[in-house]
Every structure is written in structure tokens, then in C-alpha cells.
């Protein structure tokens, strides 16, 4: 009855270990998970992970401690013991497992569906025909910025401030903001890692995201899709800043664009490159 002792005994350890360890992880491990809070996209992927960490934590203690009890309890300290008989199959421990594991990939499965669904959630709100964001607003108006790809650069228009075009993202706090992401060229990805959006920027298509800031401070801006030889260096910062520091940076940039503006084509949901100028 050895066997069903050390059983038991593991079961206990496990159980114990887990019932500790998982809400101590949930605590203090998940707040500084990635991507943060600074945005409402951001925050809605961190409660993602941080019910993926609490899920894993008793799967990866379970293999541990496993581990850890067979080396220390069934060691050989006396002389060479005979292998016992060989065991062909086990009813329980087979149907266990494959309960166990069918119950845990279907519930993530039914988890991560809804949270695509949802508005506001790790996929929601985005798409060529997004839907706006139900919560988290402000009952502001919703900003509209364009994104714009290129070999190997992102440049930002801003629609309802005369079609400005400027070399570098900044976002009012506290103001729904949708991202419309496009290509001139070849295929790129918008990722703005700590605001939790990420949408792909392809030539010809109008890609809607919608994210609402929600500290002052940097994010990152990078390229997410392999785009040509300078890809890696097709990285930005991009800056939250306040409703009225938002106002008066953007008066700046219209004075220091007032030259170029007549020489853009007028703003448009997509453009075409010019095969001339372009490596696309
Ligand atoms: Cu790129």
C-alpha cells in the first residue's frame, strides 16, 4: 500500500502548496505583469495574464513537486532494489487526466472567446469596422488619429486638426482615442506595447483600434511585421500627456507643418504609394 500512501501524502503537498501559492502570485506577482495599466487595452491584457499565471501556478507546481518527491522519497540508499512489475495502464489516472486537462483547455477556450467579444477586452474593438468601446470612456469625444506605415517609419494624421501630419504620436489622458492604421507600402504592424494595441498596417485597408490612455507618460511604438532591411529600426516613443499640454503641442506641430500641409494628399481612409519615391 505503499504506493497509495505516497500518494496521498504528494496530493496533500500539492494541494497545500498550491491553495498558498496561487493567491500569493495573483497578489504580488500580477500587478507588475505585461503590458501594464497605462491604457485600458493595456490593463485588459494584464487581467488576461494574470488569470493565465494563476491557472499555471498549480499545473507547474504539480510538475515540481512531483519531481522533487520522487527524488527524495524513492532515492536508493541501500543496496541495488529489483524494479517492480511492470504497469500496463491505469483507468483512473487516464480518465483524471484527460478530464482534467479537456476542463482546463475548454474553459480557457470559452475565456479567451468572450474576451475577444467583449468590448473593451484584449481583442475587442478592433477590425476594419471596429465597434466603439462601450466602457471605459469619458463621455469625451473620441479622437480620431491616423497611423501610417512606411519603409521605415510611422507618421500620425490628425483628421479633426486640419489633416496635420506629424513624425511622432502623442494622446491626450483620459480621451477615447481610434487609431486608424494604414500602409503606403508593405505590409507593417502598429505596436504601441504599454497602450496594448497592437493592429496590423497594411496598404489599402482602413484598420480601426481603439485605446483610451489612462496615465500620463511614454510608451513604445514599434514594427511588428518583418517590413525590409531597416524594420529594426522602425521604432518611436510616444507620449500621454494632458488635455491641455495635448492642445498646445498640437497648435506647435500645425505651425511647424503649416509649410508641408499643402503638398500632402487630403487625409483619406487609405492611400496610394508612390512607386516612384517608395521601395514598395
Ligand atoms: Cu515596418
Redesign the pocket.
Known amino acids: 500500500m505503499r504506493l497509495s500512501r505516497d500518494f496521498g501524502r504528494f496530493l496533500l503537498i500539492w494541494l497545500g502548496a498550491s491553495a498558498i501559492a496561487t493567491p500569493l502570485i495573483a497578489i504580488f506577482l500580477t500587478p507588475d505583469l505585461p503590458p501594464g495599466v497605462a491604457a485600458d487595452a493595456a490593463a485588459g491584457q494584464q487581467v488576461d495574464n494574470e488569470v493565465l499565471t494563476a491557472v499555471a501556478t498549480p499545473i507547474f507546481l504539480l510538475i515540481v513537486i512531483f519531481l522533487a518527491y520522487v527524488l527524495i522519497v524513492f532515492r536508493q540508499t541501500g543496496p541495488a532494489i529489483e524494479e517492480g512489475p511492470r504497469i500496463r495502464g491505469h483507468a483512473g489516472a487516464q480518465t483524471t487526466w484527460i478530464v482534467l486537462s479537456t476542463a482546463i483547455v475548454m474553459s480557457l477556450f470559452g475565456y479567451g472567446t468572450w474576451r475577444l467579444l467583449e468590448a473593451g477586452g484584449a481583442g475587442g474593438g478592433q477590425g476594419p469596422s471596429a465597434l466603439a468601446p462601450l466602457n471605459g470612456t469619458t463621455g469625451e469625444a473620441v479622437l480620431p488619429v491616423q497611423v501610417i506605415?512606411q519603409?521605415?517609419e510611422f507618421t500620425y494624421r490628425y483628421p479633426t486638426y486640419g489633416g496635420l501630419e506629424t513624425p511622432h504620436l502623442v494622446l491626450p489622458v483620459g480621451r477615447p482615442v481610434e487609431l486608424h492604421v494604414t500602409s503606403l507600402d508593405v505590409i507593417?504592424?502598429f505596436w504601441a506595447y504599454g497602450l496594448g494595441v497592437k493592429a496590423d498596417a497594411n496598404p489599402g485597408v482602413d484598420n480601426v483600434a481603439y485605446v483610451t490612455p489612462k496615465r500620463v507618460g511614454t510608451f513604445d511604438v514599434r514594427?511588428a511585421?518583418l517590413?525590409?532591411i531597416w524594420?529594426g529600426y522602425?521604432f518611436d516613443t510616444g507620449r500621454v500627456v494632458d488635455g491641455q499640454k495635448f492642445e498646445a503641442w498640437i497648435k506647435a506641430e500645425q505651425r511647424i507643418f503649416a509649410p508641408v500641409l499643402p503638398h500632402l494628399p487630403p487625409y483619406s481612409r487609405t492611400y496610394l504609394p508612390d512607386p516612384q519615391r517608395r521601395a514598395g
Open positions: 506605415a519603409q521605415w507593417h504592424s514594427c511585421e517590413c525590409g524594420h522602425m
